[in-house]
Protein backbone atom coordinates (compact mmCIF):
# COMPACT_ATOMS: atom_id res chain seq x y z
CA UNK A 1 0.00 0.00 0.00
CA UNK A 2 1.71 3.56 -0.87
CA UNK A 3 2.25 5.78 2.12
CA UNK A 4 0.63 9.17 0.78
CA UNK A 5 1.00 10.93 3.68
CA UNK A 6 4.56 10.40 3.75
CA UNK A 7 5.45 10.44 0.09
CA UNK A 8 3.33 13.81 0.10
CA UNK A 9 5.02 15.27 2.81
CA UNK A 10 8.76 14.13 1.71
CA UNK A 11 7.61 16.20 -1.52
CA UNK A 12 6.36 19.23 -0.38
CA UNK A 13 9.48 19.86 2.14
CA UNK A 14 11.60 18.40 -0.63
CA UNK A 15 10.63 20.95 -3.40
CA UNK A 16 9.15 23.48 -1.07
CA UNK A 17 12.97 24.02 0.81
CA UNK A 18 14.72 23.60 -2.60
CA UNK A 19 12.65 26.16 -4.49
CA UNK A 20 12.64 28.63 -2.57
CA UNK A 21 16.27 28.55 -1.90
CA UNK A 22 17.36 28.64 -5.50
CA UNK A 23 14.42 30.92 -6.28
CA UNK A 24 15.51 33.56 -4.23
CA UNK A 25 19.26 32.78 -5.11
CA UNK A 26 17.85 33.35 -9.19
CA UNK A 27 16.55 36.54 -8.45
CA UNK A 28 19.30 37.86 -7.01
CA UNK A 29 20.97 37.25 -10.29
CA UNK A 30 23.07 34.09 -10.06
CA UNK A 31 23.25 32.46 -13.33
CA UNK A 32 24.72 28.39 -14.08
CA UNK A 33 27.78 29.56 -15.56
CA UNK A 34 31.19 28.13 -16.51
CA UNK A 35 32.54 29.71 -13.12
CA UNK A 36 29.56 30.38 -11.47
CA UNK A 37 29.65 32.59 -8.09
CA UNK A 38 30.86 30.98 -4.52
CA UNK A 39 27.54 32.05 -3.06
CA UNK A 40 25.79 29.99 -5.30
CA UNK A 41 27.80 27.01 -5.45
CA UNK A 42 27.47 27.11 -1.77
CA UNK A 43 23.47 27.19 -1.81
CA UNK A 44 22.98 24.22 -4.73
CA UNK A 45 25.68 21.99 -2.29
CA UNK A 46 23.15 22.76 0.67
CA UNK A 47 19.91 22.03 -1.43
CA UNK A 48 21.68 18.71 -2.32
CA UNK A 49 20.81 18.00 1.57
CA UNK A 50 17.32 18.60 1.40
CA UNK A 51 16.03 15.44 0.56
CA UNK A 52 17.97 13.96 2.96
CA UNK A 53 16.14 16.80 5.63
CA UNK A 54 12.74 16.06 3.99
CA UNK A 55 13.66 12.73 5.07
CA UNK A 56 14.65 13.09 8.19
CA UNK A 57 11.71 15.29 8.83
CA UNK A 58 9.19 12.74 7.61
CA UNK A 59 9.87 9.49 8.99
CA UNK A 60 10.64 11.40 12.43
CA UNK A 61 7.50 13.79 12.66
CA UNK A 62 5.25 13.03 10.11
CA UNK A 63 4.96 9.53 9.70
CA UNK A 64 6.74 7.72 12.68
CA UNK A 65 8.85 5.41 10.78
CA UNK A 66 12.36 3.68 12.22
CA UNK A 67 15.55 5.16 10.46
CA UNK A 68 16.06 1.57 9.34
CA UNK A 69 12.97 1.61 7.05
CA UNK A 70 14.51 4.62 5.01
CA UNK A 71 17.93 1.92 3.76
CA UNK A 72 20.05 3.74 6.26
CA UNK A 73 23.21 0.88 5.64
CA UNK A 74 26.42 0.48 4.17
CA UNK A 75 25.01 -2.97 2.94
CA UNK A 76 26.48 -6.19 3.11
CA UNK A 77 29.37 -6.06 0.98
CA UNK A 78 32.06 -3.41 -0.94
CA UNK A 79 31.58 -5.18 -3.95
CA UNK A 80 29.19 -3.10 -5.71
CA UNK A 81 31.32 0.01 -4.52
CA UNK A 82 33.95 -1.23 -6.42
CA UNK A 83 32.17 -2.34 -9.44
CA UNK A 84 30.56 0.79 -9.74
CA UNK A 85 33.71 2.68 -9.49
CA UNK A 86 35.00 0.80 -12.39
CA UNK A 87 31.29 0.67 -14.15
CA UNK A 88 30.68 4.76 -14.19
CA UNK A 89 34.20 5.60 -15.65
CA UNK A 90 33.53 3.27 -18.70
CA UNK A 91 30.72 4.39 -19.27
CA UNK A 92 31.78 7.80 -19.83
CA UNK A 93 34.54 6.47 -21.70
CA UNK A 94 32.19 5.17 -24.47
CA UNK A 95 29.81 8.00 -24.33
CA UNK A 96 32.64 10.52 -25.34
CA UNK A 97 34.27 7.68 -27.61
CA UNK A 98 30.76 7.59 -29.23
CA UNK A 99 30.16 11.21 -29.29
CA UNK A 100 33.72 11.65 -31.37
CA UNK A 101 32.88 8.98 -33.41
CA UNK A 102 29.45 10.64 -34.48
CA UNK A 103 31.24 14.02 -34.90
CA UNK A 104 29.15 15.90 -32.08
CA UNK A 105 32.33 16.57 -30.48
CA UNK A 106 35.80 16.99 -31.19
CA UNK A 107 38.56 16.90 -28.05
CA UNK A 108 40.43 19.56 -27.13
CA UNK A 109 43.67 17.95 -26.45
CA UNK A 110 45.61 21.12 -26.01
CA UNK A 111 42.65 22.15 -23.27
CA UNK A 112 42.58 25.63 -25.45
CA UNK A 113 38.93 26.08 -24.10
CA UNK A 114 40.26 25.33 -20.33
CA UNK A 115 42.94 27.21 -20.18
CA UNK A 116 41.23 30.83 -21.75
CA UNK A 117 38.68 29.83 -19.34
CA UNK A 118 40.96 30.42 -16.64
CA UNK A 119 43.01 33.31 -17.71
CA UNK A 120 39.90 35.28 -18.50
CA UNK A 121 39.33 35.15 -14.60
CA UNK A 122 42.84 36.61 -14.42
CA UNK A 123 45.07 33.85 -13.67
CA UNK A 124 48.43 33.48 -15.22
CA UNK A 125 48.73 30.37 -17.00
CA UNK A 126 52.47 30.70 -18.16
CA UNK A 127 53.49 28.05 -15.05
CA UNK A 128 50.01 25.40 -15.79
CA UNK A 129 51.22 21.72 -16.14
CA UNK A 130 51.27 20.32 -19.68
CA UNK A 131 47.71 19.43 -20.78
CA UNK A 132 48.75 15.66 -20.79
CA UNK A 133 49.91 15.80 -17.49
CA UNK A 134 46.79 17.90 -16.22
CA UNK A 135 44.18 15.73 -18.00
CA UNK A 136 46.35 12.28 -16.29
CA UNK A 137 46.32 13.89 -13.15
CA UNK A 138 42.76 15.14 -12.76
CA UNK A 139 41.52 11.56 -14.27
CA UNK A 140 43.62 10.00 -11.17
CA UNK A 141 41.72 12.30 -9.05
CA UNK A 142 38.33 11.73 -10.59
CA UNK A 143 38.38 8.02 -9.68
CA UNK A 144 39.85 7.93 -6.18
CA UNK A 145 39.56 11.34 -4.30
CA UNK A 146 36.55 12.93 -6.01
CA UNK A 147 34.03 10.14 -5.75
CA UNK A 148 35.04 9.83 -1.59
CA UNK A 149 33.95 13.85 -1.86
CA UNK A 150 31.24 13.82 -4.24
CA UNK A 151 28.98 10.75 -2.42
CA UNK A 152 29.07 12.57 0.69
CA UNK A 153 26.74 15.67 -1.29
CA UNK A 154 25.61 12.76 -3.28
CA UNK A 155 24.01 11.21 -0.22
CA UNK A 156 22.27 14.29 0.90
CA UNK A 157 20.01 13.34 -2.32
CA UNK A 158 20.31 9.98 -2.27
CA UNK A 159 18.60 9.43 0.72
CA UNK A 160 15.63 11.09 -0.13
CA UNK A 161 15.14 9.50 -3.87
CA UNK A 162 16.62 6.26 -3.01
CA UNK A 163 16.45 5.57 0.14
CA UNK A 164 12.98 7.03 1.58
CA UNK A 165 10.90 7.52 -1.60
CA UNK A 166 11.72 4.47 -4.27
CA UNK A 167 10.83 2.37 -1.20
CA UNK A 168 7.83 3.85 -1.22
CA UNK A 169 6.89 3.58 -4.73
CA UNK A 170 7.80 -0.02 -5.44
CA UNK A 171 4.11 -1.28 -4.18
CA UNK A 172 3.10 0.26 -7.87
CA UNK A 173 5.64 -1.73 -9.30
CA UNK A 174 9.39 -2.12 -10.43
CA UNK A 175 9.27 0.13 -13.36
CA UNK A 176 6.42 2.53 -12.44
CA UNK A 177 8.15 3.15 -8.93
CA UNK A 178 11.44 3.19 -11.66
CA UNK A 179 10.03 5.67 -13.87
CA UNK A 180 8.61 8.00 -10.93
CA UNK A 181 12.10 8.47 -9.35
CA UNK A 182 13.60 9.59 -12.10
CA UNK A 183 11.04 12.16 -13.02
CA UNK A 184 10.42 13.79 -9.83
CA UNK A 185 14.17 13.60 -9.21
CA UNK A 186 14.96 15.49 -12.61
CA UNK A 187 11.87 17.64 -12.22
CA UNK A 188 13.31 18.58 -8.85
CA UNK A 189 16.80 20.28 -10.39
CA UNK A 190 14.13 22.65 -12.66
CA UNK A 191 14.98 25.60 -11.59
CA UNK A 192 18.74 25.34 -11.96
CA UNK A 193 18.54 23.43 -15.24
CA UNK A 194 16.11 26.91 -16.43
CA UNK A 195 19.67 29.50 -15.81
CA UNK A 196 22.21 26.51 -17.81
CA UNK A 197 22.82 23.71 -15.52
CA UNK A 198 23.62 21.08 -17.69
CA UNK A 199 21.68 22.74 -20.53
CA UNK A 200 22.82 26.29 -20.99
CA UNK A 201 21.06 27.99 -23.68
CA UNK A 202 18.02 25.34 -23.44
CA UNK A 203 16.00 26.74 -20.40
CA UNK A 204 13.10 24.47 -21.17
CA UNK A 205 14.19 21.72 -23.45
CA UNK A 206 16.70 21.00 -20.80
CA UNK A 207 14.43 20.06 -18.50
CA UNK A 208 13.12 17.72 -20.10
CA UNK A 209 16.48 16.41 -21.25
CA UNK A 210 17.64 16.33 -17.49
CA UNK A 211 14.23 14.52 -16.86
CA UNK A 212 15.33 11.84 -19.24
CA UNK A 213 18.62 11.89 -17.87
CA UNK A 214 17.53 10.80 -14.21
CA UNK A 215 15.01 8.60 -15.54
CA UNK A 216 18.19 6.55 -17.40
CA UNK A 217 20.59 6.88 -14.24
CA UNK A 218 17.73 5.86 -11.85
CA UNK A 219 18.02 2.72 -13.50
CA UNK A 220 21.51 1.72 -12.66
CA UNK A 221 21.40 3.05 -9.14
CA UNK A 222 17.63 1.95 -8.50
CA UNK A 223 18.75 -1.72 -8.88
CA UNK A 224 21.63 -1.40 -6.93
CA UNK A 225 19.92 0.47 -4.12
CA UNK A 226 17.25 -2.59 -3.65
CA UNK A 227 19.56 -5.55 -4.43
CA UNK A 228 22.04 -4.11 -1.76
CA UNK A 229 19.48 -2.56 0.83
CA UNK A 230 21.68 1.05 0.98
CA UNK A 231 21.07 4.40 0.22
CA UNK A 232 24.75 4.56 1.11
CA UNK A 233 25.57 2.72 -1.81
CA UNK A 234 22.77 5.32 -3.76
CA UNK A 235 25.25 8.03 -2.45
CA UNK A 236 28.63 6.66 -3.73
CA UNK A 237 27.17 6.02 -6.97
CA UNK A 238 25.88 9.50 -7.11
CA UNK A 239 29.40 10.57 -5.94
CA UNK A 240 31.22 8.44 -9.07
CA UNK A 241 29.15 9.95 -11.67
CA UNK A 242 29.10 13.28 -10.43
CA UNK A 243 33.19 13.18 -10.41
CA UNK A 244 33.26 12.31 -13.95
CA UNK A 245 30.60 14.54 -14.73
CA UNK A 246 32.51 17.22 -13.93
CA UNK A 247 35.94 15.66 -14.35
CA UNK A 248 38.07 16.05 -17.31
CA UNK A 249 35.31 15.38 -19.58
CA UNK A 250 33.06 18.52 -20.47
CA UNK A 251 34.97 21.23 -19.01
CA UNK A 252 38.10 20.26 -20.68
CA UNK A 253 38.16 17.54 -23.16
CA UNK A 254 34.90 18.05 -25.04
CA UNK A 255 33.95 21.61 -23.82
CA UNK A 256 32.28 22.71 -27.16
CA UNK A 257 29.90 19.49 -27.49
CA UNK A 258 26.17 20.36 -28.06
CA UNK A 259 24.46 19.16 -24.65
CA UNK A 260 21.40 18.18 -26.42
CA UNK A 261 23.27 15.40 -28.45
CA UNK A 262 26.29 14.57 -27.80
CA UNK A 263 28.11 13.69 -23.99
CA UNK A 264 26.92 12.31 -20.58
CA UNK A 265 24.29 15.07 -20.72
CA UNK A 266 22.74 14.56 -24.49
CA UNK A 267 21.46 11.59 -26.06
CA UNK A 268 24.48 9.44 -26.68
CA UNK A 269 24.85 9.91 -23.00
CA UNK A 270 21.50 8.72 -21.66
CA UNK A 271 21.85 5.91 -23.74
CA UNK A 272 24.90 4.66 -22.74
CA UNK A 273 23.60 4.90 -18.97
CA UNK A 274 20.69 3.63 -19.72
CA UNK A 275 21.73 0.79 -21.13
CA UNK A 276 24.27 0.25 -18.82
CA UNK A 277 21.18 0.22 -16.11
CA UNK A 278 19.16 -2.44 -18.23
CA UNK A 279 21.97 -4.75 -18.41
CA UNK A 280 22.72 -4.26 -14.68
CA UNK A 281 19.12 -5.68 -14.16
CA UNK A 282 19.60 -8.52 -16.34
CA UNK A 283 22.29 -9.41 -14.75
CA UNK A 284 20.51 -9.92 -11.77
CA UNK A 285 18.11 -11.27 -13.15
CA UNK A 286 19.77 -14.21 -14.64
CA UNK A 287 22.14 -14.72 -11.18
CA UNK A 288 18.78 -15.73 -9.33
CA UNK A 289 17.60 -18.01 -11.73
CA UNK A 290 21.09 -19.35 -11.55
CA UNK A 291 20.97 -19.40 -7.26
CA UNK A 292 17.33 -20.58 -7.97
CA UNK A 293 18.29 -23.87 -10.14
CA UNK A 294 21.21 -24.30 -8.05
CA UNK A 295 18.85 -24.52 -4.83
CA UNK A 296 16.14 -26.74 -6.46
Known amino acids: MINRKGITSFLLITFGITYLMEGILILSGFRMTLIPAVIGQFTVLIAMWVPALATLITVRFITHEKISSTLFTFGPSWKPYLVTALVIPLS ?19 LNSFFALIASTGADMSTAPAPSLLLTLLFIVSLTMAPVINSIAGFG ?4 WRGYLLPRLMPLGKWKAYLLV ?9 PLVAIGFNYPGYPVLGILMMILLTTSISVYINELTLRYKSAILAGWIHGVFNSQAYGIWRMLLFPNTNPIL ?3 TGLVGIAVI ?4 LVTVQWFKRADARLKAAIL
Do not use: M, R, V
Open 157 to 160: EEWG
Open 92 to 110: FIITYLLTWALGLGQPDWQ
Open 182 to 190: GFIWGLWHA
Open 262 to 264: GGI
Open 274 to 277: LITG
